[in-house]
C-alpha cells in the first residue's frame, strides 16, 4: 500500500505553548485512521498545520510526495486535501447546493465570459455542477431540502452537507474533526457507514473523534496526542492496551471510558 | 446554529397589494420591465433637464453595479471607488484629446488603465484584512484625487473640458440628449446584466464563498487572494467604463468631482439596495440618484439622512434594505444518472 | 534640517493624540472607527462655539480660559465616543465585520454633515489664535504656542499610559484586547471598559481638534477627513493596537511627511504619507512595535 501522505515531526508554537511538538504519522492508500486525545491536546492544530492554515515551525508534510509543508491553504487543497471543521464552516447565507458547488470549485469548466454571454459551454458547465452536487448530496444520504440557505437546516444536517461539500473536492484524503459530535445513536451508525463507502472510494481517512466506540469500530491504526506529543500509535487493540493512553485519559486509575459500546 | 427543526422557508404574511408588488420584484422579468420603462421614460418628458437627470441616475446605477461586485458579492469594502471612476474618465478624456478620438476609441485605453488601478491598490492590500482594505481605500480615493488636482496632464484643478464625443459617423453624432441617452441606458443595461450574470457563475460562487467564510472557501481550493483581485478589478472595469459615459456626457471633468462624498454615495446606493441583490442595488441607485432632485429645499439635510440611514440600516438590518435571498429549484428530476455520473467522474482526480 | 524635524515632530504630535484613540479601540473591539477623525473635527467646533460665545479669549485670563474650554471640549466629545459606540456599535458587535464597518462610515457621515447642517458647510476663522514670541533653536524656528500645544500633548499622553499601566481599568483593557471571552469569565466589565476605552479615545482627539482650531486658526465640518487617514496610518506604523506605538507612529509620520514633504514639494505631502502606509501595510503589516498572531481556525 502506497503512503497518501507523511506527515514528519510536525511542530508548532504558540507563544509558549508548544500546541504540536513532533506529531509523525502516515497514512497510506485507502486507510481510515483515528486521532484521538484529551482536550487541548493539539489535534485541530495538527489538521490546521496539515492542511496550511497554520505554518508549522518545525517538521514536514508530504502528501503523494510533494512537500506541501507551510503551502497555502488553497494549493494543499488542490494537491488532494479536503477537510472539515470542528465548528461547522458552512456558508450559512448560501444554499444547500451552493454549498456542495463550493467543493466543485476546481472542476473548472466555464470562464467569466461563459457567464455573462451564456454560451452553451456555461450551461452545461452548470448543468454538470447541478448535477454533481445532488449526486454528493445523495452519497451522503442528505433528506433535507436542497435549494433553501443552508442556515435553515438542522444541525444534523449541516453536518452532512459539510462532508458532501468535501466530498466533492474528490480528493485522495479527507480530514474530518470530530464528524460525530453532536449526533445521536443513529446518525453515529450512519457516518461509520458513510466512512467506509467513501473509503471505498479510494479516499484515505484521518479523523478527529472523542467517541471512542466509533474510533474503535472504524479505524485501522489510531494516533494518539497528549500536550502536543504523540504518547501512542498502534491498532485500536494495542492502543487500549497501552499504559500510557490510559493514563493520559483517566489520570492514574483503572479502565472506564476506553471500551468499545458502539 | 439553529435548532434540530428545519425551518421552512414560509412566505411572510402580507396584504394582496404588498404580495403583488413583492410578486412583481422577485419575477424574472423586472429586468425587461425596467429597461422598456427607461427607454419609455423620455415619451415622458424629454426636456433637457429630465434628460440629463436621467442619464446621471443611469451612470450611477452603473457605478453601484459595479461596486456590488466587490462589497456585495466578495464583501471586500472599497470606500474609494469614484477613483476607478476618475481613472476612466480622465483615461479617455486624455486620450481622446491628445489623439483627437471619438471616446469610443479610447476603450482600449480605459481598460488597461482600470485594470492596472485595480491591480495597484489590490495587489498588496487585498492580502490584509478586510478593514485595512477599507482604509486604504479610502485612503486611495483621495490620491488619486489630489494626483489629479496637481499633474499638468490632467488639467490641474480646473481639469479637462472639452471631451469629445462618444462617435461620430460622418455627419450623425451621438450628441443629442435623446440619443446619448439611449446608448447610456443600453451600455448600463448590457452592464447590470451582465454583472447579474457574474454573479450566478463559478466565479461569483466563488465570491460569495469568500465573503461568507474565508478559510472555508481556502480549505475547498479557491485561491481567496486571486478570486478578490478577479472581483476589485472587475468593480474597476465597470467604474472606468461609467467613467467613460460620464465624460461624454458631462464633456468637462475636473478632481471636485470625484470625492469622497461620492464614493459614500455609491456605497450607500449598494448598502441600502441590499447587498449582493442586482435588483435591489438597482432600485437603491435610483432612489439615491433621484430622490434628491425631488426633495431639492432639503438638500442641506440629506446628506445627513444619508448617514443616520446607513446606520440604522444597519443596526436593524445588517444586510440590506432587501438582501439577496438565495432560493434554488429543489431537485426536477430531469437529471438522468448517467449525466450525473459522466459530471462526477469528469472531474474525477482519484 | 532641524526645520524639518520640528515641524514634523509638531504635526506628529497631532497625529499622536488622533492615533491614540484609533488604536485602543482597534485594539479592544476590533473595530475601525472611522468616524474618528470627525470626533477631532467636532472637538475644533464645540471649542468653536465656546469660546465664541465667551466673546474671544479675555486677554487676562489667555491660556487659563483656553484649557478650561480644552477640558469641557474633551469631556463633551468624549461623552459623543459614549454614545456613539452605545447606539451604533454595541448593537453590531456580533455582526458581520462589513456591517460594523459601513455603519461607522455612517457614523462619519453623520457627524460631518450634522456639523455641516448647523454650522454651515463653509470654513470658520476660530475666534483666538494662539501667537507667541518666536525663539531660534538651532537654527529651527520654534514658537511659544508650538511649545505650549507640545506641552499639551506630551502631557495628555503622560497620563494616558500611566492611567493603562497602573489602574485597574487599565489593566482590564490590556485583558479584553488578548481575550475577549476571558476576560467576561474572569469577571471584567466588559461593557464598562468599553465604554471608558471610546471615551478617552474621543476626548484626546477632541482635544486634538480644539488645538488645531487654536492653532491653525480655520476650521471646517471635513476636517477629520484627511487627519483621520493619517491617524490610522500612524497607528498602522506604530502597530495597530499598542499605545506606545500609536505615539511613536504620530511622530515618526509626522518626521517622515515632513522630509516627504520637503523632497517632492508640498502638494504631494499626503500622497507621499499614503505610499508609506502601503508599504508599511504591505512589508511590516504589525507595524514597528507590533506582535505578530496566528488567527485561530
Ligand atoms: N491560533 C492559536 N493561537 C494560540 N493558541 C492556540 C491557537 N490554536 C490553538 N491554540 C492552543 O493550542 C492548544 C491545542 O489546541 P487544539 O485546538 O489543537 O486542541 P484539540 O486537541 O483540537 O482539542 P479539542 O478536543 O478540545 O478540540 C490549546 O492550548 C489551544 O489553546
Ligand atoms: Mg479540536
Not at chain 2, 462618444?166 to 446619448?180: I, Q
Not at chain 2, 444619508?306 to 444597519?314: D, Q, S, T, Y
Not at chain 3, 479584553?176 to 471598559?193: A, E, P, R
Not at chain 3, 504631494?268 to 496566528?294: A, H, K, N, Q, Y
Amino acid at each position: 500500500m502506497s503512503v497518501v501522505l507523511g506527515v514528519n515531526d510536525l511542530q508548532i508554537a504558540f507563544g509558549g505553548v508548544k500546541a504540536v511538538d513532533g506529531l509523525t504519522f502516515d497514512v497510506h492508500e485507502k486507510e481510515i485512521i483515528a486521532v484521538i486525545g484529551p482536550n487541548g491536546a493539539g489535534k485541530t492544530s495538527a489538521f490546521n498545520c496539515i492542511t496550511g492554515f497554520y505554518k508549522p515551525t518545525g517538521g514536514s508534510v508530504v502528501m503523494e510526495g510533494t512537500d506541501i509543508t507551510g503551502h497555502r491553504p488553497a494549493d494543499i487543497a488542490a494537491v488532494g486535501v479536503a477537510r472539515t471543521f470542528q465548528n461547522l464552516r458552512l456558508f450559512n447565507d448560501l444554499t444547500v447546493l451552493d454549498n456542495v458547488r463550493a467543493g466543485m470549485h476546481l472542476n473548472r469548466g466555464q470562464s467569466w465570459a461563459d457567464a455573462i454571454f451564456h454560451t452553451p459551454r456555461f450551461k452545461r458547465s452548470e448543468a454538470a455542477y447541478t448535477a454533481e452536487a445532488h449526486y454528493w448530496l445523495d452519497f451522503v444520504n442528505f433528506e433535507g431540502p436542497r435549494g433553501v440557505p443552508i442556515a435553515n437546516l438542522s444541525y444534523g444536517q449541516q453536518k452532512q452537507v459539510e462532508i458532501s461539500r468535501a466530498l466533492a473536492r474528490k480528493s485522495k484524503l479527507l480530514l474530518l474533526d470530530e464528524p460525530a459530535a453532536g449526533l445521536n445513536y443513529t446518525e453515529k451508525q450512519n457516518l461509520l457507514e458513510l466512512c467506509r463507502r467513501i473509503r471505498d472510494l479510494g479516499t484515505s481517512i484521518v479523523l478527529i473523534e472523542h467517541d471512542m466506540g466509533l474510533v474503535m469500530e472504524l479505524s485501522e491504526r489510531i494516533v494518539v496526542m497528549n500536550f502536543g506529543r504523540e504518547i501512542a500509535e498502534g491498532t485500536p487493540a494495542e492502543v487500549k492496551a497501552n499504559p500510557a493512553v490510559i493514563e493520559a485519559y483517566l489520570g492514574k486509575d483503572e479502565e472506564v471510558e476506553i471500551d468499545d459500546n458502539a | 446554529m439553529s435548532g434540530s427543526t428545519f425551518k421552512s422557508q414560509a412566505p411572510r404574511r402580507m396584504g394582496p397589494v404588498a404580495a403583488k408588488v413583492s410578486g412583481l420584484l422577485e419575477s424574472k422579468y423586472l429586468g425587461w420591465i425596467a429597461l422598456a420603462a427607461a427607454l419609455l421614460a423620455p415619451l415622458l418628458t424629454a426636456s433637457p433637464y429630465s434628460l440629463n437627470v436621467m442619464t446621471t441616475a443611469a451612470i450611477f446605477v452603473m457605478l453601484a453595479a459595479g461596486l456590488n461586485i466587490v462589497v456585495g458579492y466578495c464583501g471586500l469594502l472599497d470606500l474609494g471607488y469614484i477613483a476607478f471612476m476618475a481613472v476612466g474618465a480622465y483615461t479617455s478624456g486624455i486620450v481622446s484629446r491628445a489623439f483627437d478620438l471619438p471616446l469610443f476609441f479610447t476603450i482600449p485605453a480605459v481598460l488597461v488603465m482600470t485594470i492596472l488601478a485595480g491591480l495597484i491598490i489590490g495587489a498588496p492590500t487585498l492580502r490584509l484584512r478586510s478593514d485595512y482594505l477599507a482604509i486604504v481605500t479610502l485612503g486611495f480615493g483621495e490620491i488619486t484625487r489630489i494626483t489629479a488636482n496637481n499633474l499638468a496632464v490632467t488639467g490641474g484643478p480646473s481639469g479637462i473640458y472639452g471631451i469629445p464625443k462618444l462617435l461620430t459617423f460622418g455627419d450623425f453624432s451621438v450628441h443629442s440628449p435623446a440619443v446619448f441617452y439611449y446608448v447610456t441606458i443600453l451600455i448600463v443595461a448590457f452592464f447590470v446584466l451582465a454583472s447579474a450574470r457574474l454573479g450566478k457563475s463559478r466565479l461569483g460562487r466563488a465570491w460569495r464563498f469568500v465573503r461568507e467564510d474565508e478559510d472555508a472557501a481556502e480549505a475547498m481550493g479557491i485561491h481567496t487572494y486571486k478570486v478578490k483581485l478577479m472581483a476589485y478589478i472587475f468593480g474597476a472595469v465597470w467604474g472606468g467604463f461609467a467613467g467613460v459615459l460620464f465624460a461624454s456626457h458631462l464633456t468637462a471633468i475636473s478632481p471636485k468631482t470625484f470625492i469622497f462624498l461620492q464614493s459614500a454615495l455609491v456605497l450607500m446606493a449598494v448598502v441600502l439596495g441590499g447587498m449582493g441583490n442586482m435588483r435591489g442595488v438597482v432600485v437603491g441607485a435610483l432612489v439615491i440618484s433621484l430622490l434628491p432632485e425631488l426633495l431639492r429645499d432639503l438638500s442641506e439635510y440629506r446628506y445627513l439622512a444619508f448617514g443616520l440611514l446607513l446606520v440604522v440600516a444597519m443596526v436593524f438590518r445588517p444586510k440590506g434594505l432587501w438582501p439577496a435571498r438565495p432560493h434554488e429549484d429543489e431537485r426536477t428530476g430531469a437529471e438522468p444518472q448517467t449525466a450525473v455520473d459522466a459530471a462526477v467522474s469528469r472531474g474525477e482526480s482519484r | 534640517m532641524t526645520q524639518i524635524i520640528w515641524d514634523g515632530l509638531f504635526v506628529g504630535s497631532f497625529y499622536a493624540l488622533i492615533a491614540l484613540g484609533y488604536s485602543m479601540v482597534y485594539g479592544i473591539i476590533k473595530l475601525l472607527n472611522f468616524a474618528h477623525g470627525d470626533i477631532y473635527m467636532l472637538g475644533a467646533f464645540i471649542g468653536f462655539v465656546m469660546l465664541t460665545s465667551m466673546g474671544g479669549l479675555p486677554g487676562a485670563l489667555g491660556i487659563g480660559a483656553l484649557l478650561v474650554v480644552l477640558l469641557v471640549s474633551m469631556a463633551l466629545t468624549g461623552g459623543a465616543g459614549v454614545l456613539i459606540e452605545r447606539f451604533a456599535y454595541r448593537p453590531l458587535r456580533k455582526a458581520p465585520r462589513l456591517a460594523v464597518l459601513i455603519t461607522a462610515v455612517g457614523v462619519s457621515f453623520t457627524l460631518q454633515y450634522g456639523v455641516s447642517a448647523i454650522m454651515g458647510s463653509n470654513p470658520r476663522s476660530y475666534p483666538v489664535r494662539l501667537e507667541g514670541d518666536v525663539f531660534d533653536v538651532l537654527g529651527a524656528r520654534i514658537s511659544l504656542p508650538q511649545v505650549l500645544l507640545m506641552a499639551i500633548a506630551a502631557i495628555l499622553m503622560i497620563s494616558l499610559n500611566t492611567y493603562i499601566q497602573k489602574t485597574s481599568t487599565g489593566r482590564a483593557m490590556r485583558s479584553i484586547s488578548l481575550d475577549m471571552k476571558g476576560s467576561l469569565l474572569m469577571g471584567i466589565n466588559v461593557n464598562s471598559v468599553i465604554t471608558r476605552t471610546f471615551f478617552i479615545g474621543s476626548a484626546l482627539a477632541g482635544a486634538a481638534g480644539v488645538m488645531s482650531g487654536a492653532y491653525y486658526g480655520k476650521i471646517d465640518f471635513m476636517m477629520g477627513f484627511l487627519i483621520g487617514l493619517k491617524a490610522f496610518t500612524a497607528a498602522v506604523i506604530g502597530g495597530i493596537g499598542n499605545i506606545q506605538g500609536a505615539m511613536l507612529g504620530g511622530l515618526v509620520l509626522g518626521l517622515l511627511e515632513a522630509f516627504g514633504a520637503s523632497v517632492f514639494g508640498g502638494e504631494w505631502r499626503d500622497v507621499f504619507s499614503f505610499v508609506v502606509l502601503i508599504l508599511f501595510l504591505t512589508l511590516r503589516p504589525t507595524g514597528i512595535l507590533g506582535e505578530r498572531v496566528t488567527e485561530r481556525v
